[in-house]
């Protein structure tokens, strides 16, 4: 089992837009993450960054969200060019895990033709919902595609084991949307690794239990805290969350992978 931590750019904004109503008109430049992981023969990505459309022309892909997230990127760093590093083709996915379908996350949906898009049943309802209230967020250009999603129905603290062997374990975290979902990765010989994702987007968030600058519902994402907080009490257990500027350091970088 291996697991690549690749950064798709950058975002710039401001600290309240992470961290509810702190630091507000602070700037704060957050890293834009995906994830690789090679497991039984199986190639496996989580998340997908930004569309590739982004590093040519922002304002035409994204609209008026970069006015407070502005997507610094280059097109080296867009999915299929940074796995291409590790000589992988993007027929060679065979999953393709979404935490949700906000833009900075599901960007490369439709580039992997082989792959099953694993998302939450009420991610994908609600992206494309004509009540949701996060249009902004939800780029259509990028996730209105033929693919073959692959939509999960567990609930909260339920997990859901992609490959049957108890490695790779997807749990849903609702609040920031209602279909957002976090993933454990047990390496079952050493130590375990939980992916946040913009369940807490900072430590920050999870430890002074400060939600996020965007959430679908505030109890939920509160619950969400409390249940990954008690993660944190686990032996061995790694906590990484999804936009920390400064815990990102601490990582080490594709082509290294933690195994």
């Known amino acids: 089992m291996k697991i690549y931590f690749f950064e798709c750019g950058t975002l710039k904004s401001t600290k309240d837009l992470f961290t509810l109503n702190k630091d507000i008109g602070k700037p704060f430049e957050v890293p834009v993450p995906f994830y690789f992981i090679t497991h039984n023969g199986k190639n496996i990505l989580f998340d997908t960054g930004n569309n590739l459309e982004v590093a040519k022309n922002p304002k035409k892909h994204w609209g008026d969200v970069i006015n407070e997230y502005y997507p610094v990127m280059n097109e080296q760093q867009f999915v299929v060019n940074q796995l291409e590093t590790l000589s992988v083709k993007p027929e060679d996915i065979d999953y393709v895990i979404l935490s949700h379908l906000h833009l900075d996350h599901a960007g490369g ?76 990765i047990d390496f079952q010989t050493s130590h375990q690794m939980f992916f946040t994702i913009d369940s807490c987007y900072t430590e920050e968030n999870l430890n002074e239990n400060i939600l996020s600058g965007i959430v679908w519902d505030e109890k939920k994402s509160f619950e969400s805290m409390d249940w990954i907080r008690s993660l944190q009490k686990i032996e061995k257990m790694e906590i990484i969350v999804g936009h920390d500027p400064v815990a990102w350091k601490r990582f080490i970088k594709a082509p290294k992978y933690y195994s």
């Not at 939800?138 to 996730?143: E, L, R």
């Not at 909260?156 to 749990?171: H, M, Q, R, S």
């Open 109 to 184: 949906v439709g580039y992997f033709p082989n792959a099953s898009y694993v998302v939450h049943k009420k991610e994908l309802e609600w992206a494309f919902s004509p009540d949701c209230d996060q249009k902004s967020a939800y780029v259509m250009q990028d996730i209105n595609k033929d693919v073959n999603w692959f939509p999960i129905e567990n609930e909260f603290k339920e997990a859901y084991d992609l490959l049957k062997d108890g490695v790779i374990k997807i749990y849903p975290t609702p609040g920031h949307t209602p279909g957002h979902m976090s993933v454990l």
